[in-house]
């Protein structure tokens, strides 16, 4: 094993996870536009994860204009709802490329935020993410519940308007959207391979109750340092754990995922953390820079939140087993309490290395066994009789 790996826990038993041994994921960069992915296969794809330039936000007027023409005409003749609409219609073929590509009972996951504008003495909403709704219901995607997003913010100018004097005043915009679709009826796990799979790509009970809320606070990410100061600016990327979250969610083990807007990386990069496939679309390929250079990072990213992971469970298995009672099953691959029996074979892959084996694809290769110590004695709060 490779001696860099984050060191989980001892066992003194074989894994059986033989089917997982050598596991690797691919992971292949497109420099086009997403409107046409004709290089994916229909019906191929299980997840999509994205956020895409927001309309009516100023730093992307110009790449939505370089589309259309009309659109620059639109803002320069001060006429923002018919620039709304015309940045929108730029979407809306990639959102039906979406349903295309993915399987029946596939998810999209869409992170977007509305905008406000002012536009000749006029201020108001222009909402994205009802626009997206609408397009996505006529792509013919099931709209499933959403989530808000809070994005944390100590700007102490942060209100828009005449401060204490009604009624001039505006509410202040601190939340993003994550939309979520889904392609046909729910997915079904039919063969021996895909149900293993699918248990092995268990999330802890504790972490299903803090996912799957409608609000997500804070949610501050791995910081990503870019070299060029206008790329950050231009690709306001969502942090790395909102995806990485997305994907644990709503994909399995060595299932697809697809970025149509790929921007600086961060799908791929939380796809290899989680041991999925991905493909990417981006049009700017300014980014490619900044792409390349994280993949020098992503292992010890990865590896370490696995292991905050297994932390946070452990943490939380101590403070329940104090307060209440230890949970009444047993992880079969690291011996620990787990609140399910569904988490019983949850079973994390740290990344071992990244391979780059032409220009635009990166191959990453996992270890198949967790990896040694993890701190502490949790013998005492094992249940006391083991399961078959």
Known sequence: MNSNLFE??????????????CMKTTHKIYFE???????????????VVTSPPYPMIQMWDDMFADQDCEVGAALRNEKPLQAFELMHRQLD?????????????????????????????????YPNHARIMSAMGTAGFSALPLILWRKPTNAPNKFMGSGMLPAGAYV??????????????????HTPEDKQLRRESAFFWEERNAWFSDIWLGLIGTIQKMKNDHTRLRSAAFPFELAYRLINMYSVKGDTV???FLGTGTTLFAAMASARNC????????????????????????????????????????TRSEEKSPPAHRNKHYK???MTRQEVELFFNPLENVRQPDENSLEVRYADVPAADFPGDWSQLLPARPEN
């Open 279 to 318: 493909m990417g679309f981006e049009i700017d390929a300014g980014f490619e820079a900044d792409i390349s250079s994280q993949k020098n990072t992503i292992v010890a990213v990865a590896n370490g939140r696995i292991h905050r992971r297994i932390q946070n469970h452990l943490e939380f298995v101590k």
């Open 336 to 338: 620990f309490p787990v």
């Open 172 to 189: 202040t915009l601190e939340h993003e959207y994550i939309l979520i679709f889904r392609k046909g009826s729910k997915r079904g796990f």
């Open 33 to 47: 536009s997403a409107k046409s992915m004709s290089v994916i296969p229909s019906s191929s794809v299980h997840l």
């Open 93 to 125: 073929p990639v959102w039906g490329e979406i349903y295309r590509i993915l399987i029946d009972g596939g998810l999209a996951c869409i992170n977007i935020g509305d905008a406000v504008r002012t536009v000749d003495e006029d201020f108001r909403l």
């Open 258 to 260: 697809v970025d149509p």
């Open 8 to 21: 989980f826990i001892r066992i003194d038993y074989p894994l059986k996870v033989c089917h997982m041994r």
